[in-house]
C-alpha cells in the first residue's frame, strides 16, 4: 500500500513563511510527477505546483515568484518553500503524486490527507 503524508502546515501572519513537505511510503517502484493543490472554504481544488521526474517545474500565477517546489527522490519526499504568505493562500494544501508500483504497472495517482495552511492578516 503506498501513502502519502503531508507535514508542515500551521497558522503563519501575512508576510510569512512556511515549508511544507509531502513523504511518500509503502511498495514505492518509482515517483513519477508530483504535484501540490489545495482548497480553500467553498472553492474547488486548485493546482498550486508541479515538478516532473527531471525536475521541471510550473505554478500557478497566483504563487509564481512567492514558492518554490522541489523534491529528494532518494527521501521520497517533496516540498513546498512558501514565502510572501498572503491570506488568500489560506486552504488545505494536499500533495499529489504519480507512482509506479511495479515495473510493468502504469503509474496511479495517489493523494495525500492535507495539511492546513492559515495565513492571517
Known amino acids: 500500500q503506498v501513502q502519502l503524508e503531508e507535514s508542515g502546515g500551521g497558522l503563519v501572519q501575512s508576510g510569512g513563511s512556511l515549508r511544507l513537505s509531502c513523504a511518500a511510503s509503502g511498495y514505492i517502484f518509482s515517483i513519477q510527477d508530483m504535484g501540490w493543490y489545495r482548497q480553500a472554504p467553498g472553492k474547488q481544488r486548485e493546482l498550486v505546483a508541479v515538478i516532473s521526474t527531471g525536475g521541471s517545474t510550473n505554478y500557478s500565477d497566483s504563487v509564481k515568484g512567492r514558492f518554490t517546489i522541489s523534491r529528494d527522490d532518494a527521501k521520497k519526499t517533496m516540498y513546498l518553500q512558501m514565502n510572501s504568505l498572503l491570506p488568500e493562500d489560506t486552504a488545505v494544501y494536499y500533495c499529489?503524486?504519480?507512482?509506479?508500483?511495479?515495473?510493468?504497472?502504469?503509474?496511479?495517482?495517489?493523494w495525500g490527507r492535507g495539511t492546513q495552511v492559515t495565513v492571517s492578516s
Open positions: 499529489n503524486a504519480a507512482i509506479k508500483r511495479n515495473l510493468i504497472y502504469t503509474p496511479e495517482q495517489y
